[in-house]
């Protein structure tokens, strides 16, 4: 049978998708190019003629045909004749690449196996997530860069740690080896530098495998801006825009480059649906973080709303209710850092349906107390209102850290290299950047953890300066830190359950003395019921009286001045406590502690 023969309208109706689709009989590709006059395939499969493979008329300016002698693994492009030129464009929704500015390769999703994986994400309260930026995470040699097969390398690493969640900075195909990744030029394919798609199946089986959910990080607010076929794809544009994938009005703007995809276009729409709903099926992921989310639903993401995008608003909500019904598992987390409960909130209440969000309130404010100069200076309130901050009465609608990509970069550095610059290794440094991590953990909210925090890295981050694996033996006793409250916070031990609860009860904020005591639990009582005590100050308190929630013995369960942890630590409040009758803080009985500087401590009981 011909070209001309499986070509026929009503036989093209037999082949379903967007792209390069593996079939018995061939490979079928469909585009959308409206204002194509002519559109072929070309490949080593036909060796790149463009007049032995033309592909059909279809309605609403798509095109489609069947190349039998093409096959997965082989190179394409298409060839679009246009009022406005010729062109050879990637098809935008290629699964694979020989780089940004390659050829797209025919992938099937069909030939991985994935064997018995049938993963489910842990419950939102018991998530600790990991960010990682594979090219740097694990770099397998010096000016080389880091890939997901070398990133499995270190999945025993983050099982140990107690991480059961990492979140990937973005893993499209981008322009050149490095890159942080949010600047997609093929948001179909996975980077070539990173392995394909082989790579990132292979890597999230295998964290599954561990007892890792994987977290894709994408990007919709803007496309490019470089190595970008979707660009005036098919000749098309107005106003010098980006064509029919794009706004080519005031609407384009984005810090980016005028780059925003035009969420009003229903085929743009669809295919921004098809990229996140493809991460949840064919790659088995876990959840999607999407990022920047204000300059989907705003132009300026000014709170104006003469710049908002209604359309850009129900795309998100249409993507939420869908993941929410289609993957109930699944979470969904939003960058949105406007701290607004509209984010969170369900579709059905008229909010955007995200699972949960990235809250600016809780980061700031305690990056702000940690690093600080002057202890005088630290606001114990501004701390209080970061810890009892929720969303729609829920702990789990944010998402609560110190450290991230943005929070280490731009003008920013490491937490510990905000304190000292220069002198990570230092007192003061690391007193205060594990007081930051015991609050990410003890705090309600889901906890994340930025790569080479427990390894107390310096600097800040670059997607040229990979993880010194090496810190791991020079700073073992501070990952040990880092393991021992996560392993807390997960209620490993059966004794500290209220970690993973949506209370927190502020008991003492000591807004003098610079300590701030707090009771977190979940259905309450013993093992359930957790103080965490946090002192803010250099000053040693050998008498503090504060008020417990319940009388008896009390297990000192953590400790952030043990020797174990650095040999510069104190070692002192290394003992469990007994409550004693009288009223403090509106508790009927209390407790004297001692507790030493810039330290957590943290209590629970037995029985």
């Given at each position: 049978?011909?070209?001309?023969d499986i070509n026929e309208p009503e036989i093209l109706?037999?082949?379903?998708?967007?792209?390069?689709?593996?079939?018995?009989?061939?490979?079928?590709?469909?585009?959308?190019?409206?204002?194509?006059?002519?559109?072929?395939?070309?490949?080593?499969?036909?060796?790149?003629?463009?007049?032995?493979?033309?592909?059909?008329?279809?309605?609403?300016?798509?095109?489609?045909?069947?190349?039998?002698?093409?096959?997965?693994?082989?190179?394409?492009?298409?060839?679009?004749?246009?009022?406005?030129?010729?062109?050879?464009?990637?098809?935008?929704?290629?699964?694979?690449?020989?780089?940004?500015?390659?050829?797209?390769?025919?992938?099937?999703?069909?030939?991985?196996?994935?064997?018995?994986?049938?993963?489910?994400?842990?419950?939102?309260?018991?998530?600790?997530?990991?960010?990682?930026?594979?090219?740097?995470?694990?770099?397998?040699?010096?000016?080389?860069?880091?890939?997901?097969?070398?990133?499995?390398?270190?999945?025993?690493?983050?099982?140990?740690?107690?991480?059961?969640?990492?979140?990937?900075?973005?893993?499209?195909?981008?322009?050149?080896?490095?890159?942080?990744?949010?600047?997609?030029?093929?948001?179909?394919?996975?980077?070539?530098?990173?392995?394909?798609?082989?790579?990132?199946?292979?890597?999230?089986?295998?964290?599954?495998?561990?007892?890792?959910?994987?977290?894709?990080?994408?990007?919709?607010?803007?496309?490019?801006?470089?190595?970008?076929?979707?660009?005036?794809?098919?000749?098309?544009?107005?106003?010098?825009?980006?064509?029919?994938?794009?706004?080519?009005?005031?609407?384009?703007?984005?810090?980016?480059?005028?780059?925003?995809?035009?969420?009003?276009?229903?085929?743009?729409?669809?295919?921004?649906?098809?990229?996140?709903?493809?991460?949840?099926?064919?790659?088995?992921?876990?959840?999607?973080?999407?990022?920047?989310?204000?300059?989907?639903?705003?132009?300026?993401?000014?709170?104006?709303?003469?710049?908002?995008?209604?359309?850009?608003?129900?795309?998100?909500?249409?993507?939420?209710?869908?993941?929410?019904?289609?993957?109930?598992?699944?979470?969904?987390?939003?960058?949105?850092?406007?701290?607004?409960?509209?984010?969170?909130?369900?579709?059905?209440?008229?909010?955007?349906?995200?699972?949960?969000?990235?809250?600016?309130?809780?980061?700031?404010?305690?990056?702000?107390?940690?690093?600080?100069a002057n202890d005088q200076d630290r606001s114990i309130?501004?701390?209080?209102?970061?810890?009892?901050?929720?969303?729609?009465?829920?702990?789990?609608?944010?998402?609560?850290?110190?450290?991230?990509?943005?929070?280490?970069?731009?003008?920013?550095?490491?937490?510990?290299?905000?304190?000292?610059?220069?002198?990570?290794?230092?007192?003061?440094?690391?007193?205060?950047?594990?007081?930051?991590?015991?609050?990410?953990?003890?705090?309600?909210?889901?906890?994340?953890?930025?790569?080479?925090?427990?390894?107390?890295?310096?600097?800040?981050?670059?997607?040229?300066?990979?993880?010194?694996?090496?810190?791991?033996?020079?700073?073992?006793?501070?990952?040990?830190?880092?393991?021992?409250?996560?392993?807390?916070?997960?209620?490993?031990?059966?004794?500290?359950?209220g970690l993973q609860g949506q209370n927190v009860g502020?008991?003492?904020?000591?807004?003098?003395?610079?300590?701030?005591?707090?009771?977190?639990?979940?259905?309450?009582?013993?093992?359930?019921?957790?103080?965490?005590?946090?002192?803010?100050?250099?000053?040693?308190?050998?008498?503090?009286?504060?008020?417990?929630?319940?009388?008896?013995?009390?297990?000192?369960?953590?400790?952030?001045?043990?020797?174990?942890?650095?040999?510069?630590?104190?070692?002192?409040?290394?003992?469990?406590?007994?409550?004693?009758?009288?009223?403090?803080?509106?508790?009927?009985?209390?407790?004297?502690?001692?507790?030493?500087?810039?330290?957590?401590?943290?209590?629970?009981?037995?029985?």
């Amino acid at each position: 049978m011909d070209s001309t023969d499986i070509n026929e309208p009503e036989i093209l109706q037999h082949f379903e998708g967007m792209g390069a689709i593996c079939y018995p009989e061939g490979v079928f590709f469909r585009v959308w190019a409206p204002h194509a006059e002519s559109v072929s395939v070309v490949g080593n499969f036909n060796d790149w003629q463009d007049d032995k493979n033309p592909l059909q008329k279809e309605e609403n300016g798509y095109w489609g045909g069947l190349a039998e002698s093409a096959k997965e693994g082989d190179e394409y492009k298409f060839s679009l004749k246009t009022p406005s030129g010729d062109f050879l464009r990637n098809d935008p929704y290629a699964l694979k690449m020989t780089n940004s500015a390659g050829n797209g390769i025919i992938y099937r999703h069909e030939s991985f196996d994935w064997e018995d994986d049938h993963f489910q994400i842990p419950s939102w309260h018991e998530l600790v997530i990991y960010e990682l930026h594979i090219g740097t995470f694990n770099s397998p040699g010096p000016d080389q860069v880091g890939n997901l097969y070398t990133a499995i390398e270190k999945l025993g690493y983050l099982k140990d740690m107690g991480f059961n969640a990492v979140e990937l900075m973005p893993c499209s195909e981008f322009p050149g080896s490095r890159s942080w990744g949010y600047n997609p030029a093929s948001p179909f394919a996975v980077e070539s530098d990173y392995g394909g798609p082989e790579g990132l199946k292979t890597f999230i089986k295998a964290a599954h495998q561990a007892g890792i959910a994987v977290i894709m990080d994408v990007v919709y607010n803007h496309f490019g801006p470089s190595d970008m076929d979707l660009w005036q794809f098919d000749g098309w544009s107005e106003n010098d825009g980006g064509g029919i994938y794009f706004y080519n009005d005031w609407r384009s703007e984005t810090p980016w480059g005028n780059t925003r995809p035009d969420y009003g276009r229903g085929e743009v729409r669809q295919y921004i649906y098809d990229n996140a709903m493809m991460w949840l099926s064919e790659y088995h992921a876990d959840g999607l973080r999407m990022d920047m989310v204000p300059y989907i639903r705003n132009v300026k993401a000014d709170g104006n709303p003469g710049n908002d995008i209604p359309e850009g608003i129900s795309l998100m909500q249409w993507i939420n209710k869908d993941i929410r019904e289609k993957f109930p598992n699944r979470i969904t987390i939003a960058e949105d850092m406007h701290s607004l409960d509209f984010i969170t909130s369900s579709v059905d209440k008229g909010g955007l349906g995200y699972g949960s969000q990235w809250d600016a309130d809780f980061v700031h404010s305690v990056r702000d107390a940690i690093i600080t100069a002057n202890d005088q200076d630290r606001s114990i309130d501004s701390v209080v209102k970061a810890v009892t901050n929720m969303y729609n009465a829920d702990s789990f609608q944010r998402i609560v850290y110190t450290e991230s990509h943005d929070e280490v970069a731009n003008g920013q550095a490491r937490v510990a290299e905000e304190i000292a610059d220069g002198d990570v290794n230092n007192w003061y440094s690391k007193k205060r950047a594990a007081l930051g991590v015991a609050l990410v953990l003890t705090s309600p909210g889901i906890p994340m953890i930025f790569q080479g925090q427990p390894l107390l890295e310096d600097k800040w981050f670059s997607d040229s300066d990979p993880i010194d694996w090496k810190r791991l033996e020079e700073f073992h006793g501070f990952a040990m830190l880092h393991r021992d409250m996560i392993h807390l916070r997960r209620n490993w031990f059966g004794v500290t359950g209220g970690l993973q609860g949506q209370n927190v009860g502020i008991i003492r904020a000591d807004e003098d003395k610079k300590v701030l005591v707090m009771h977190r639990w979940s259905g309450g009582g013993p093992k359930d019921d957790v103080v965490v005590v946090l002192n803010f100050s250099t000053e040693t308190f050998d008498d503090y009286k504060v008020g417990f929630p319940r009388a008896g013995k009390w297990h000192l369960r953590f400790n952030s001045d043990k020797e174990e942890y650095d040999p510069e630590f104190s070692n002192i409040a290394v003992h469990d406590i007994d409550t004693h009758e009288g009223e403090f803080d509106k508790c009927s009985v209390y407790a004297s502690l001692q507790i030493p500087p810039y330290s957590a401590l943290i209590f629970s009981q037995e029985e």
